[in-house]
C-alpha cells in the first residue's frame, strides 16, 4: 500500500537551516507530482510547495518562496524540503502529499519542526 | 490566492442527527481541462488528513457513504446524512485547481 513517511524534523534555532525528507513506498514515486504542507500547532493547513515527476516544474506558497526548495530523488523515492532561513513562524508539522492530480490522495504522518532559540 | 471560506467553523452535533458544512471560494474552481478540484478531508485528533470527496462530489474508497459532497462553480457543500461518534473531527475543504492551493479554516464537528 501507498506509504509516505517524513523524517528530519526538530529543533532548529532562527535563521537556521534544516532538510526534511519524505520517503515514498508502494506505488511508481517517479509518476506522481509530489507536494508539502504544513500545519502550525492548532492551526490550519497551508500547501507550501509541489515538484513535478520529472522535476522541470516546481511551484511555492509565498510565505516560503526564496527560502525552502522542493526536491526529489526518484532513483530513492525520496521527496525532500530544504529550509533556510527559518522564524518561529515555520514552526509546525510538515506533511508530504501526493498528487494525482487536482488532489491529495496520500499523506505522510508529518514530522514537527520547532523553531526556537 | 484563492480564498476559501467554510461555515459553520463549530459545528455541535447530536448523534443520528445530519450535518452540513458550506464551503465557498473567491473565484471559480472550474479548471481549464473541465475539472473542478474541489476536495473534503477529515482530520481526526492526533491524525494526519484523510481525504472524504474529491472533485466536489466523488467519495473515496472506504468513506462511508453517509458522507457525500455537492456543489459546483464557487460554493459547494459537504453534508453527513447521520453523524457517529467517529466522524468527530475537524473538516476541510480544499482546492486543487489554482495555485497555491488552498484550504478553508477547518470545522469542527463534535458531539452535542
Known amino acids: 500500500q501507498v506509504q509516505l513517511v517524513e523524517s528530519g524534523g526538530g529543533v532548529v534555532q532562527p535563521e537556521r537551516s534544516l532538510t526534511l525528507s519524505c520517503a515514498a513506498s508502494?506505488?511508481?514515486?517517479?509518476?506522481?507530482?509530489m507536494h508539502w504542507v504544513r500545519q502550525a500547532p492548532g492551526k490550519g493547513l497551508e500547501c507550501l510547495a509541489v515538484?513535478?515527476?520529472?522535476?522541470?516544474?516546481?511551484y511555492y506558497a509565498d510565505s516560503v518562496k526564496g527560502r525552502f526548495g522542493i526536491s526529489r530523488d526518484n532513483s530513492k523515492d525520496t521527496l525532500y524540503l530544504h529550509m533556510n532561513n527559518l522564524g518561529v513562524e515555520d514552526t509546525a508539522l510538515y506533511y508530504c502529499?501526493?498528487?494525482?492530480?487536482?488532489?491529495?490522495?496520500?499523506w505522510g504522518q508529518g514530522t514537527l519542526v520547532i523553531v526556537s532559540s | 490566492d484563492v480564498v476559501m471560506t467554510q461555515s459553520p467553523l463549530s459545528l455541535p452535533v447530536t448523534l443520528g442527527q445530519p450535518a452540513s458544512i458550506s464551503c465557498r471560494s473567491s473565484?471559480?474552481?472550474?479548471?481549464?481541462?473541465?475539472?473542478?478540484?474541489l476536495n473534503w478531508f477529515q482530520q481526526r485528533p492526533g491524525q494526519s488528513p484523510r481525504r472524504l470527496i474529491y472533485?466536489?462530489?466523488n467519495r473515496d474508497s472506504g468513506v462511508p457513504d453517509r458522507f457525500s459532497g455537492s456543489g459546483s462553480g464557487a460554493d459547494f457543500t459537504l453534508k453527513i446524512s447521520r453523524v457517529e461518534a467517529e466522524d468527530v473531527a475537524v473538516y476541510y475543504c480544499m482546492q486543487g485547481t489554482h495555485w497555491p492551493w488552498t484550504f478553508g479554516q477547518g470545522t469542527k464537528v463534535d458531539i452535542k
Open positions: 472533485k466536489v462530489s
Open positions: 508502494g506505488f511508481t514515486f517517479s509518476s506522481y507530482l
Open positions: 502529499a501526493r498528487d494525482p492530480g487536482g488532489t491529495y490522495d496520500s
Open positions: 473565484q471559480s474552481l472550474v479548471s481549464s481541462d473541465g475539472n473542478t478540484y
Open positions: 515538484i513535478y515527476p520529472d522535476e522541470n516544474k516546481r
